[in-house]
Protein backbone atom coordinates (compact mmCIF):
# COMPACT_ATOMS: atom_id res chain seq x y z
CA UNK A 1 0.00 0.00 0.00
CA UNK A 2 1.54 3.13 -1.22
CA UNK A 3 0.57 6.50 0.57
CA UNK A 4 2.65 8.74 -1.80
CA UNK A 5 2.65 8.61 -5.12
CA UNK A 6 5.71 10.01 -7.00
CA UNK A 7 6.39 10.45 -10.82
CA UNK A 8 8.00 10.39 -12.86
CA UNK A 9 10.30 7.83 -11.99
CA UNK A 10 13.08 9.58 -13.91
CA UNK A 11 13.74 12.91 -15.62
CA UNK A 12 16.24 13.78 -17.97
CA UNK A 13 16.12 18.00 -18.33
CA UNK A 14 18.33 20.27 -20.07
CA UNK A 15 20.79 23.08 -18.14
CA UNK A 16 18.63 26.03 -17.39
CA UNK A 17 15.84 24.29 -17.81
CA UNK A 18 12.58 23.66 -15.17
CA UNK A 19 12.30 19.91 -13.39
CA UNK A 20 9.03 19.49 -12.05
CA UNK A 21 8.65 16.34 -9.93
CA UNK A 22 5.07 15.60 -8.58
CA UNK A 23 3.21 13.81 -5.65
CA UNK A 24 0.16 12.80 -4.40
CA UNK A 25 -1.28 11.15 -1.51
CA UNK A 26 -4.35 10.12 0.11
CA UNK A 27 -4.21 10.61 3.66
CA UNK A 28 -6.05 13.37 5.17
CA UNK A 29 -3.60 13.26 8.58
CA UNK A 30 -0.34 14.01 6.91
CA UNK A 31 0.45 17.52 8.58
CA UNK A 32 4.21 18.38 7.03
CA UNK A 33 5.50 17.25 3.61
CA UNK A 34 9.54 17.59 2.82
CA UNK A 35 11.75 16.83 0.01
CA UNK A 36 14.55 14.67 0.32
CA UNK A 37 17.28 15.12 -2.40
CA UNK A 38 20.07 12.25 -2.02
CA UNK A 39 23.03 12.02 -3.63
CA UNK A 40 25.12 8.52 -5.11
CA UNK A 41 26.23 6.43 -1.91
CA UNK A 42 25.32 9.43 0.73
CA UNK A 43 22.21 9.45 2.82
CA UNK A 44 19.07 11.71 2.11
CA UNK A 45 19.34 15.36 3.39
CA UNK A 46 16.39 17.55 3.56
CA UNK A 47 15.73 19.83 0.81
CA UNK A 48 12.63 21.66 1.34
CA UNK A 49 9.59 21.23 3.27
CA UNK A 50 6.21 22.55 3.57
CA UNK A 51 3.19 22.32 5.92
CA UNK A 52 -0.35 21.77 4.70
CA UNK A 53 -1.58 25.79 5.89
CA UNK A 54 0.39 27.24 2.85
CA UNK A 55 -0.03 26.77 -0.95
CA UNK A 56 3.79 27.30 -2.02
CA UNK A 57 7.26 27.93 -0.43
CA UNK A 58 10.21 28.82 -2.32
CA UNK A 59 13.88 28.66 -1.51
CA UNK A 60 15.90 29.49 -3.91
CA UNK A 61 15.43 27.77 -7.37
CA UNK A 62 13.75 25.43 -5.54
CA UNK A 63 9.97 25.81 -5.17
CA UNK A 64 6.65 23.43 -3.28
CA UNK A 65 3.66 23.90 -4.89
CA UNK A 66 0.44 22.46 -2.36
CA UNK A 67 -3.06 21.76 -3.39
CA UNK A 68 -4.39 20.27 -0.18
CA UNK A 69 -8.12 19.72 -1.75
CA UNK A 70 -6.49 17.94 -4.38
CA UNK A 71 -4.24 15.75 -2.20
CA UNK A 72 -1.09 16.78 -4.09
CA UNK A 73 2.67 18.78 -4.06
CA UNK A 74 5.50 19.42 -6.47
CA UNK A 75 8.88 20.14 -6.65
CA UNK A 76 9.98 22.62 -9.12
CA UNK A 77 13.57 23.37 -9.65
CA UNK A 78 14.23 26.70 -11.38
CA UNK A 79 17.55 27.10 -13.82
CA UNK A 80 18.53 23.07 -12.98
CA UNK A 81 22.27 22.94 -12.72
CA UNK A 82 24.00 19.67 -13.41
CA UNK A 83 24.77 19.52 -9.54
CA UNK A 84 20.87 19.14 -9.04
CA UNK A 85 21.75 15.71 -10.15
CA UNK A 86 20.34 13.12 -7.58
CA UNK A 87 17.77 11.18 -6.52
CA UNK A 88 14.26 13.11 -4.65
CA UNK A 89 11.82 11.85 -2.61
CA UNK A 90 8.84 13.36 -1.00
CA UNK A 91 7.70 12.40 2.04
CA UNK A 92 4.67 13.18 3.99
CA UNK A 93 4.43 12.80 7.99
CA UNK A 94 2.01 12.08 10.31
CA UNK A 95 1.73 11.88 14.16
CA UNK A 96 0.93 9.48 16.45
CA UNK A 97 -1.33 10.29 19.66
CA UNK A 98 1.86 10.10 21.56
CA UNK A 99 4.22 12.75 19.32
CA UNK A 100 5.85 10.11 17.64
CA UNK A 101 6.82 11.16 13.87
CA UNK A 102 6.85 8.79 11.20
CA UNK A 103 7.25 10.09 7.68
CA UNK A 104 5.72 8.22 4.37
CA UNK A 105 8.23 8.56 1.26
CA UNK A 106 7.37 8.32 -2.27
CA UNK A 107 9.45 6.10 -4.63
CA UNK A 108 11.88 8.69 -5.65
CA UNK A 109 12.79 10.52 -8.90
CA UNK A 110 16.19 9.97 -10.80
CA UNK A 111 17.17 13.42 -11.94
CA UNK A 112 19.83 14.33 -14.51
CA UNK A 113 20.80 17.69 -16.14
CA UNK A 114 22.09 17.37 -19.35
CA UNK A 115 24.43 20.42 -20.44
CA UNK B 1 29.87 16.77 15.55
CA UNK B 2 29.59 13.40 13.11
CA UNK B 3 26.20 13.75 13.22
CA UNK B 4 24.27 9.76 12.17
CA UNK B 5 26.91 6.88 11.84
CA UNK B 6 26.79 3.74 10.92
CA UNK B 7 28.78 0.65 10.69
CA UNK B 8 29.78 -1.23 8.98
CA UNK B 9 29.42 0.46 5.07
CA UNK B 10 29.19 -2.69 3.30
CA UNK B 11 28.70 -6.42 4.12
CA UNK B 12 27.94 -9.21 2.31
CA UNK B 13 26.18 -12.29 4.49
CA UNK B 14 24.90 -15.75 3.07
CA UNK B 15 21.53 -16.58 3.58
CA UNK B 16 21.05 -17.78 7.40
CA UNK B 17 23.62 -15.81 8.75
CA UNK B 18 23.05 -13.08 11.50
CA UNK B 19 24.72 -9.62 12.02
CA UNK B 20 24.00 -6.26 13.64
CA UNK B 21 23.67 -2.86 11.75
CA UNK B 22 25.22 -0.30 14.37
CA UNK B 23 23.66 3.44 14.41
CA UNK B 24 25.03 6.36 16.81
CA UNK B 25 24.05 9.88 16.56
CA UNK B 26 25.52 12.58 18.56
CA UNK B 27 23.00 15.55 18.25
CA UNK B 28 21.34 14.84 20.97
CA UNK B 29 18.03 13.18 19.63
CA UNK B 30 14.78 12.15 20.87
CA UNK B 31 13.60 9.63 18.31
CA UNK B 32 15.50 7.32 15.87
CA UNK B 33 14.84 5.29 12.59
CA UNK B 34 15.53 2.13 10.44
CA UNK B 35 15.20 2.85 6.95
CA UNK B 36 15.54 -0.04 4.04
CA UNK B 37 16.00 1.44 0.17
CA UNK B 38 15.25 -0.53 -2.54
CA UNK B 39 15.29 0.52 -6.09
CA UNK B 40 11.62 1.56 -7.46
CA UNK B 41 10.68 0.99 -3.83
CA UNK B 42 11.71 4.65 -2.18
CA UNK B 43 12.91 4.38 1.90
CA UNK B 44 10.58 1.75 3.84
CA UNK B 45 10.57 2.12 7.84
CA UNK B 46 11.34 -1.30 9.11
CA UNK B 47 11.36 0.38 13.26
CA UNK B 48 11.70 3.54 15.09
CA UNK B 49 12.45 4.26 18.50
CA UNK B 50 10.72 7.72 20.01
CA UNK B 51 12.68 7.74 23.12
CA UNK B 52 15.35 5.77 25.11
CA UNK B 53 13.50 2.64 26.15
CA UNK B 54 10.45 2.17 23.58
CA UNK B 55 10.80 0.74 20.17
CA UNK B 56 7.98 0.57 17.30
CA UNK B 57 7.45 -1.25 14.26
CA UNK B 58 6.96 0.31 11.09
CA UNK B 59 5.86 -0.41 7.67
CA UNK B 60 8.03 -3.65 6.90
CA UNK B 61 9.55 -5.02 10.37
CA UNK B 62 9.48 -8.50 9.80
CA UNK B 63 13.04 -10.51 10.11
CA UNK B 64 14.33 -7.63 12.09
CA UNK B 65 14.67 -6.98 15.64
CA UNK B 66 16.11 -3.58 17.06
CA UNK B 67 17.81 -2.23 20.45
CA UNK B 68 17.87 1.57 21.38
CA UNK B 69 20.87 0.80 23.72
CA UNK B 70 20.91 4.11 25.31
CA UNK B 71 19.97 7.79 24.03
CA UNK B 72 22.79 7.46 21.29
CA UNK B 73 22.53 4.11 19.63
CA UNK B 74 20.14 2.20 18.34
CA UNK B 75 20.73 -0.63 16.20
CA UNK B 76 19.38 -2.98 13.45
CA UNK B 77 19.40 -7.11 14.07
CA UNK B 78 18.65 -9.64 11.13
CA UNK B 79 19.16 -13.39 13.18
CA UNK B 80 18.65 -15.02 9.95
CA UNK B 81 19.30 -13.53 6.97
CA UNK B 82 17.72 -13.78 3.48
CA UNK B 83 18.26 -13.10 0.17
CA UNK B 84 14.84 -10.74 0.19
CA UNK B 85 16.67 -8.70 2.89
CA UNK B 86 19.24 -7.57 0.44
CA UNK B 87 18.76 -3.37 0.31
CA UNK B 88 20.56 -0.46 1.66
CA UNK B 89 20.25 0.23 5.44
CA UNK B 90 19.80 4.09 6.98
CA UNK B 91 19.23 5.08 9.65
CA UNK B 92 17.97 8.54 10.93
CA UNK B 93 17.54 10.78 13.91
CA UNK B 94 15.29 13.95 15.29
CA UNK B 95 15.40 15.62 17.82
CA UNK B 96 11.53 15.50 18.65
CA UNK B 97 7.98 15.84 16.94
CA UNK B 98 8.18 19.60 17.45
CA UNK B 99 11.43 19.87 15.12
CA UNK B 100 10.83 18.65 11.24
CA UNK B 101 14.29 17.21 9.64
CA UNK B 102 15.18 13.91 10.00
CA UNK B 103 19.02 13.64 9.36
CA UNK B 104 20.37 10.67 7.81
CA UNK B 105 23.23 8.61 8.41
CA UNK B 106 25.78 7.07 4.91
CA UNK B 107 23.70 3.85 4.38
CA UNK B 108 25.16 0.78 5.08
CA UNK B 109 24.97 -1.99 1.55
CA UNK B 110 23.93 -5.16 2.30
CA UNK B 111 24.07 -8.31 0.24
CA UNK B 112 22.66 -11.54 1.07
CA UNK B 113 23.46 -14.35 -0.94
Known amino acids: QQQVKQSPQSLIVQKGGISIINCAYE??????FPWYQQFPGKGPALLIAIRPDVSEKKEGRFTISFNKSAKQFSLHIMDSQPGDSATYFCAARTLSNFGNEKLTFGTGTRLTIIP | NAGVTQTPKFQVLKTGQSMTLQCAQD?????MYWYRQDPGMGLRLIYYSASEGTTDKGEVPNGYNVSRLNKREFSLRLESAAPSQTSVYFCASIMGSRYYEQYFGPGTRLTVT
Open chain 1, 27 to 32: NTAFDY
Open chain 2, 27 to 31: MNHNS
